[in-house]
């Protein structure tokens, strides 16, 4: 689970146990992250998850013997398919979550995430994206077995910035980007993008 270790956590409890915010969670695989924040007081209603695979959603259900009990949604679509079944949510989500995504795609499908998430969040202060993925000291486009795409685009602190920068530019919106870079235990492993350099990136992204 990644969202519970993040320094958002504690505000992003907050705001969702209120009831009136909501929350997309996008890729995310078996819902894992969804079922914490359910354990730590968040109503189910309020949360979102999102995966490509409709295999993932169900695998979670399964996991985690909630079928009939958990009462978030979850939605099997393509965060580049324009009129997907996320179109419904958009201009509605107060927050979203995006962790292990990113990473997958080069940096042009990366920038079109991100102005899908423009989009998907409310058009309002404080409207909150986090997250983390695979980072590295120097940022660089690379091919990769591991992403759909055959490109990944391995950010840091300075790239990130600069892409929200760029974002906000082509959008109209303005946006406090800040991300970390930190040491990661599975470097050295024989993954094809664990290399010189590599490390996790953890990121916050607040509209202005």
């Given amino acids: 689970m990644a969202l519970g270790g993040f320094e958002t956590y ?3 409890v907050r705001r969702l146990k209120s009831g009136d915010q909501k929350y997309l969670d996008l ?3 078996f819902g894992q992250d969804i079922r914490r924040l359910v354990t730590d007081g968040v109503p189910g209603e309020v949360l979102i998850g999102s995966d490509l695979h409709q295999g993932f959603l169900d695998l979670g259900y399964s996991l985690f013997k909630d079928k009939w009990t958990l009462k978030s949604e979850f939605i099997a679509a393509d965060v580049f398919e324009s009129r997907s079944a996320l179109t419904s949510l958009e201009g509605s989500i ?14 042009e499908g990366q920038k079109k995430i991100a102005r899908r998430i423009v989009q998907l969040l409310k058009p309002q202060k404080d409207s909150l994206l986090v997250g983390r993925q695979v980072g590295n000291i120097n940022a660089h ?3 990769s077995s591991a992403s759909g795409s055959g490109n990944m685009f391995l950010q840091n602190v300075d790239s990130w910035k600069q892409m929200w ?3 906000g530019k082509e959008t109209g919106t303005k946006w406090k980007a ?3 870079l930190e040491d990661w235990p599975m470097v050295g492993n024989k993954v094809s993008w664990h290399k010189e350099g590599t490390k996790r990136i953890f990121f916050s992204v607040r509209r202005l």
């Fill in 165 to 167: 920068s760029e974002i």
């Fill in 10 to 12: 504690p505000e992003i």
């Fill in 94 to 107: 107060d927050i979203i979550h995006a962790s292990s995504f990113f990473h997958l795609f080069g940096y």
């Fill in 178 to 180: 800040e991300a970390a």
């Fill in 141 to 143: 486009e690379e091919e």
């Fill in 27 to 29: 890729g995310c695989c």
